[in-house]
Nanobody, 123 residues
């Protein structure tokens, strides 16, 4: 199993950028599929992006495609979410998640979750 801790959230103006980081513990980090989800007040948690265990395959929600980039550095046990051209509708708590399977876009398949980091985009 792994433990996940997100960081890098904050307040940014529309059109700006942020990079979120997710630090993981455990010696088997490289064997896990990693994903990012987000949840706004009063809404359900939704898929944002995911990355295969070897980093060769990426998946994005239509709402962020072309603006967000997910990546991982297995040597540092860290996964990143680079967010560009941010919009007010991107405002949410962003969560990092991990699974040993390959159901990339399903929040129900992820086994481990971080505590979340707040991202607020002002207009």
């Amino acid at each position: 199993q792994v433990q996940l801790v997100e960081s890098g959230g904050g307040l940014v103006q529309a059109g700006g950028s942020l990079r979120l980081s997710c630090a993981a513990s455990g010696r088997t980090f490289s064997s896990y599929v990693m994903g990012w989800f987000r949840q706004a007040p009063g809404k359900e948690r939704e898929f944002v992006a995911a990355l295969s265990w070897n980093g060769h395959s990426t998946y994005y929600a239509d709402s962020v495609k072309g603006r967000f980039t997910i990546s991982r550095d297995n040597a540092k046990n860290t996964v990143y979410l680079q967010m560009n051209s941010l919009k007010p509708e991107d405002t949410a708590v962003y969560y990092c998640a991990a699974q040993r399977d390959t159901y990339y876009t399903s929040r129900f398949r992820y086994e481990y979750w971080g505590q979340g980091t707040q991202v607020t985009v002002s207009s």
